[in-house]
C-alpha cells in the first residue's frame, strides 16, 4: 500500500548542523518505525479477513499459539524512546533495566529527556 507522498520544502541537509541532522535522523527514524507499526498491523487484519473468508484462521495457516504470552511468545519489542546520541544505534524503549550508556549520563546530571527521540 502506497501512502501519497507530502509535498514540504526541500530539506538542505548540507547546511544543517551536526545537530540538526542527528535530530532529523532521529524524528525519521520514529516515523518510520510508527509507519511499519500501522502498515504491519493492517496487512494482519486483511490477512485474518482473507484467512476467514476461506474458512480458516491465521493460526490453522501459519502456526502458532494465540493470545497467550508464554515466554518469548508473543511479545512485543516496542518502539524506541530514547537514544545515544553519540551512537543513535543505542536506544532505549523506556520498559526494563535503563542501558548503561543512559545510567552514565543520568548520573553526570542530565535528564531523560534530554534523550527523548
Not at 79 to 97: C, I, S
Request: charged fraction near 35%; charge should be positive; glycine fraction near 10%.
Amino acid at each position: 500500500m502506497k501512502q501519497s507522498a507530502k509535498k514540504s520544502p526541500a530539506i538542505n541537509l548540507d547546511k544543517m548542523s551536526l545537530k540538526e541532522l542527528v535530530d532529523l535522523e532521529a524524528r525519521v527514524q520514529k516515523a518510520i518505525a510508527v509507519l511499519r507499526d500501522r502498515e504491519r498491523a493492517a496487512l494482519k487484519e486483511k490477512m485474518s479477513e482473507l484467512a476467514k473468508n476461506h474458512g480458516f484462521s491465521v493460526t490453522e495457516l501459519f502456526g502458532g499459539v494465540r493470545g497467550t504470552r508464554g515466554a518469548g511468545k508473543g511479545k512485543s519489542i516496542g518502539v524506541a524512546k530514547y537514544a545515544n546520541p553519540e551512537n543513535k544505534a543505542d536506544t532505549w524503549t523506556g520498559r526494563g533495566r535503563k542501558p548503561n550508556w543512559l545510567l552514565e549520563r543520568l548520573k553526570k546530571g542530565a535528564k531523560l529527556n534530554d534523550f527523548a527521540i
